[in-house]
C-alpha cells in the first residue's frame, strides 16, 4: 500500500483497513509462536508497515489513532 492511496481514503476507510491489519497481524503472531509456518514470512514486515503508513496519515490529519 502505497501513501498516496492512503492519502485518497477517507478517515474511516482509514481506520477500517487499519483494525483489519491490526487483526491480521495478530492472527500471524499467534500462528507463528504456536509453532507453525505462514506462506510469506516478510509478510508480518509489510503489514506493519502499512499500519505505520495508515497512523502517519491520521496524524498528518491531526487525529489521534
Known sequence: ???KEIRE???EEKL???KELELELIRLRTLVRSGGAIENPGQIRLIR???ARIKT???EE???A
Open 1 to 3: 500500500m502505497k501513501m
Open 9 to 11: 481514503m477517507s478517515r
Open 16 to 18: 477500517k483497513k487499519l
Open 49 to 51: 508497515k502499512d499500519i
Open 57 to 59: 496519515a491520521l496524524n
Open 62 to 64: 491531526g487525529f489521534k
